[in-house]
């Protein structure tokens, strides 16, 4: 994988799998993480829409 490619903007596909958490914070309240797990990104090229 090559991520010179990839630049703020693009577009990219990720493949992976969504990882939740939860712990309690400083002032004692739950919280509730959704993180990404990616397995493999990629850049992503949409294809052209017809107007």
């Known amino acids: 994988m090559d991520f010179k490619d990839i630049r703020k903007g693009c577009?990219?596909?990720?493949?992976?799998?969504?990882?939740?958490?939860k712990y309690v914070g400083n002032d004692g309240n739950e919280r509730?993480?959704?993180?990404?797990?990616?397995g493999r990104l990629q850049p992503y090229a949409p294809a052209e829409r017809a107007v």
């Open 11 to 21: 577009f990219v596909s990720v493949v992976g799998r969504l990882r939740n958490n």
């Open 32 to 38: 509730y993480v959704v993180e990404v797990v990616a």
